[in-house]
T-cell receptor, first 114, second 109 residues
Framework: GAGVSQSPSNKVTEKGKDVELRCDPI?????LYWYRQSLGQGLEFLIY????????KSGLPSDRFSAERTGGSVSTLTIQRTQQEDSAVYLC????????????FGNGTRLTVT | EDQVTQSPEALRLQEGESSSLNCSYT??????LFWYRQDPGKGPEFLFT???AGEEKEKERLKATLTKKESFLHITAPKPEDSATYLC??????????FGGGTRLMVKP
């Protein structure tokens, strides 16, 4: 079946502009995660959605970052007033149930802020 | 503070030269440890889950083991196609998943 799909695969934006990154999880997966991976770094947790529960936003680095998940499926990560330090690969992952199920990752969106 | 540390950061092997990657952790209440493989430009691909000390999992040339403080990913007779970054992630109390920094493996023919 189809895996986790992310779009766009690459995004170049000017400093100060807003960007939206999209994630289509695997059908039927109730848990959805966003991670950030900077060059040569490990994965940094951003936000986690589980079903209809309130999302865990504890990893969002600033109030310029927000995410929503519509209808328990597609998710959008929005970064407002982008800064150069936001440049990274943004990875989305989903899993069938919470926590101890392995995550299935998309191939990420590479964001470059100039 | 919960920490996951992978070593070495980079490893160069000749084809056929077996070795091990290490993932050490200091977390409260381990609930599971995951190994992933990541190729350049791709998302991490799931390899193994280990839940308790003493557990082992195998897949082709890879074998993962778990103790109370660390996990090893053993690579037997590696091939160039095994070249990738290997990530471990620890699920701990509070249902937090923390990733290590990864080990970049390069296998030369």
């Amino acid at each position: 079946g189809a895996g986790v799909s992310q779009s766009p695969s690459n995004k170049v934006t000017e400093k100060g502009k807003d960007v939206e990154l999209r994630c289509d999880p695997i059908s039927g997966h109730t848990a959805l995660y966003w991670y950030r991976q900077s060059l040569g770094q490990g994965l940094e947790f951003l936000i986690y959605f589980q079903g209809n529960s309130a999302p865990d936003k504890s990893g969002l680095p600033s109030d310029r970052f927000s995410a929503e998940r519509t209808g328990g499926s597609v998710s959008t990560l929005t970064i407002q007033r982008t800064q150069q330090e936001d440049s990274a690969v943004y990875l989305c992952a989903s899993s069938p149930i919470a926590y101890n199920s392995p995550l299935h990752f998309g191939n990420g969106t590479r964001l470059t802020v100039t | 503070e919960d920490q996951v540390t992978q070593s070495p950061e980079a490893l160069r092997l000749q084809e056929g030269e077996s070795s091990s990657l290490n993932c050490s952790y200091t977390v409260s209440g381990l609930r599971g440890l995951f190994w992933y493989r990541q190729d350049p430009g791709k998302g991490p691909e799931f390899l193994f889950t280990l839940y308790s000390a003493g557990e082992e999992k195998e897949k082709e040339r890879l074998k993962a083991t778990l103790t109370k403080k660390e996990s090893f990913l053993h690579i037997t007779a590696p091939k160039p196609e095994d070249s990738a970054t290997y990530l471990c992630a620890v699920l701990h109390a509070g249902n937090m998943l923390t990733f290590g920094g990864g080990t970049r493996l390069m296998v030369k023919p």
